[in-house]
């Protein structure tokens, strides 16, 4: 975030930036904001003056760690148990993540450079001798620059490698193995201590896209696909020295990034300021968008059976009433509040954020037969729930469910209450990794899970 040096800019600071946890869809899909603070014009800062906002330029691109393979089946067969327990000498590389052709230079071992159709690649050194390596940060997508590159994350080595200019017989704090760990995992440069049984040095990239690229295949004009949404110009003097501006990328851009698995994150890098008087964009901000959902659909249907024919119906007699509170101590809501206030110290801004949050209280939904609703994100994964149903006598279903917000798929709740029913169902568990029931059906009695 920066400013011009010349006599009369003005200067902002950006003191937040975040996606907006309300609506449905995902993240993409949603506004993000940044908070603003106008703090005086020229090398004075002097807040006698006045500046205004009124544009804005963007560029970003879109993030997808492809599926990886398990390590065992990307190692060659060098390496195998057997080699490990006999103390051979056999280090290997390998890239994780590449899911497209690329036919550039990935990595360099004591000066040979090797592609990646190379990988994994083994060497049979002496234990103890010394090598270098260094892993291409950027490789350009079937050649093609500028538009999509796998982009170099992390470089794990095992087992990790002492750092050779250390003696043997010199006591290593914690602190020292933990530098030398994070050293190892990143940094795409390296010299490794070959150790008796082998190394493996293992490189994982991430897939890069330009958002403009996924503009151009929905046919919408990069100046289109991200908007400003907050009315401009903004006008900033002593006393209005806050704003909060807010952007959202087109539904059309955000649908089809999430189409092609590009879910890790978008990055952007806005530079705002204003043209109108001719004046040098005034502030850049670089923002991480990640992919995440704030609500879930809820679904809860009340069923009886028709004998006459043979079918499940939904009762529109019945009334439904669920009520949804958080199992834990602490909420979605708690975590965002303590996330922003260590991100700014300014009182200010961080009530204005504070404003885009809702409430973690009890969400209650009622319907009569069946309803839907959304749920908004108010806990992590785990809710209580209670649901009344019935005619005149209320039937009481209580349980702890575990939602997870990582997919829009709806949470589903179907209820039998009929008790002329051939089949009666209890609900035993209902979790995030099995759901139990008893089934009772005419008369025999199973359980089911």
């Given at each position: 975030?920066?400013?011009?040096?010349?006599?009369?800019?003005?200067?902002?600071?950006?003191?937040?930036?975040?996606?907006?946890?309300?609506?449905?869809?995902?993240?993409?899909?949603?506004?993000?904001?940044?908070?603003?603070?106008?703090?005086?014009?020229?090398?004075?800062?002097?807040?006698?003056?006045?500046?205004?906002?009124?544009?804005?330029?963007?560029?970003?691109?879109?993030?997808?760690?492809?599926?990886?393979?398990?390590?065992?089946?990307?190692?060659?067969?060098?390496?195998?148990?057997?080699?490990?327990?006999?103390?051979?000498?056999?280090?290997?590389?390998?890239?994780?993540?590449?899911?497209?052709?690329?036919?550039?230079?990935?990595?360099?071992?004591?000066?040979?450079?090797?592609?990646?159709?190379?990988?994994?690649?083994?060497?049979?050194?002496?234990?103890?001798?010394?090598?270098?390596?260094?892993?291409?940060?950027?490789?350009?997508?079937?050649?093609?620059?500028?538009?999509?590159?796998?982009?170099?994350?992390?470089?794990?080595?095992?087992?990790?490698?002492?750092?050779?200019?250390?003696?043997?017989?010199?006591?290593?704090?914690?602190?020292?193995?933990q530098n030398q760990l994070i050293?190892?995992?990143?940094?795409?440069?390296?010299?490794?201590?070959?150790?008796?049984?082998?190394?493996?040095?293992?490189?994982?990239?991430?897939?890069?896209?330009?958002?403009?690229?996924?503009?151009?295949?929905?046919?919408?004009?990069?100046?289109?696909?991200?908007?400003?949404?907050?009315?401009?110009?903004?006008?900033?003097?002593?006393?209005?020295?806050?704003?909060?501006?807010?952007?959202?990328?087109?539904?059309?851009?955000?649908?089809?990034?999430?189409?092609?698995?590009?879910?890790?994150?978008?990055c952007y890098n806005l530079t705002?300021?204003?043209?109108?008087?001719?004046?040098?964009?005034?502030?850049?901000?670089?923002?991480?968008?990640?992919?995440?959902?704030?609500?879930?659909?809820?679904?809860?249907?009340?069923?009886?059976?028709?004998?006459?024919?043979?079918?499940?119906?939904?009762?529109?007699?019945?009334?439904?009433?669920?009520?949804?509170?958080?199992?834990?101590?602490?909420?979605?809501?708690?975590?965002?509040?303590?996330?922003?206030?260590?991100?700014?110290?300014?009182?200010?801004?961080?009530?204005?954020?504070?404003?885009?949050?809702?409430?973690?209280?009890?969400?209650?939904?009622?319907?009569?037969?069946?309803?839907?609703?959304?749920?908004?994100?108010?806990?992590?994964?785990?809710?209580?729930?209670?649901?009344?149903?019935?005619?005149?006598?209320?039937?009481?279903?209580?349980?702890?469910?575990?939602?997870?917000?990582?997919?829009?798929?709806?949470?589903?709740?179907?209820?039998?209450?009929?008790?002329?029913?051939?089949?009666?169902?209890?609900?035993?568990?209902?979790?995030?990794?099995?759901?139990?029931?008893?089934?009772?059906?005419?008369?025999?009695?199973?359980?089911?899970?």
């Open positions: 975030m920066g400013s011009s040096s010349c006599s009369v800019c003005p200067h902002f600071t950006v003191e937040l930036a975040y996606t907006i946890p309300t609506g449905s869809g995902s993240s993409y899909g949603k506004p993000f904001a940044l908070i603003i603070r106008y703090d005086g014009n020229g090398p004075n800062y002097n807040l006698n003056q006045c500046a205004i906002i009124d544009g804005y330029t963007w560029e970003g691109y879109a993030q997808k760690t492809p599926e990886l393979d398990p390590m065992q089946q990307a190692i060659t067969p060098d390496l195998t148990v057997a080699n490990f327990f006999n103390q051979t000498s056999n280090t290997q590389f390998l890239a994780q993540g590449l899911d497209a052709k690329t036919s550039q230079t990935i990595l360099i071992v004591d000066g040979k450079s090797f592609l990646s159709s190379e990988l994994p690649v083994g060497f049979f050194w002496e234990a103890n001798t010394n090598h270098t390596y260094v892993w291409t940060h950027n490789l350009p997508v079937n050649g093609v620059t500028g538009e999509e590159w796998f982009e170099w994350q992390s470089c794990i080595v095992f087992p990790p490698s002492i750092n050779p200019d250390l003696q043997f017989d010199q006591e290593l704090s914690q602190e020292d193995l050293d190892q995992i990143n940094s795409k440069n390296g010299t490794l201590t070959v150790t008796p049984f082998g190394n493996t040095i293992a490189a994982l990239y991430v897939h890069n896209t330009l958002v403009e690229k996924f503009a151009k295949d929905t046919g919408v004009n990069t100046d289109q696909a991200l908007k400003c949404i907050t009315p401009t110009p903004l006008y900033f003097t002593a006393q209005a020295r806050y704003a909060k501006i807010q952007y959202l990328l087109n539904p059309a851009v955000a649908k089809e990034i999430t189409r092609q698995g590009f879910t890790n994150a978008i705002v300021g204003c043209d109108m008087f001719g004046e040098p964009r005034y502030f850049e901000v670089n923002f991480t968008c990640q992919y995440e959902f704030f609500d879930k659909l809820i679904n809860a249907t009340a069923y009886k059976w028709n004998p006459a024919l043979q079918k499940w119906d939904i009762d529109h007699t019945v009334s439904i009433r669920a009520i949804f509170e958080s199992a834990l101590n602490f909420t979605t809501t708690d975590i965002l509040c303590s996330e922003f206030e260590e991100q700014t110290s300014d009182p200010v801004a961080l009530r204005m954020v504070l404003e885009a949050l809702y409430d973690s209280g009890a969400q209650t939904f009622t319907g009569t037969g069946s309803f839907e609703a959304n749920l908004k994100r108010t806990s992590p994964l785990y809710y209580n729930l209670k649901v009344k149903a019935g005619q005149t006598q209320k039937m009481i279903l209580r349980q702890t469910v575990e939602l997870s917000f990582r997919d829009d798929k709806p949470y589903t709740l179907p209820l039998n209450f009929d008790p002329n029913s051939p089949l009666q169902v209890n609900v035993v568990a209902d979790d995030f990794s099995k759901c139990s029931a008893t089934v009772r059906c005419t008369n025999r009695i199973r359980r089911l899970v």
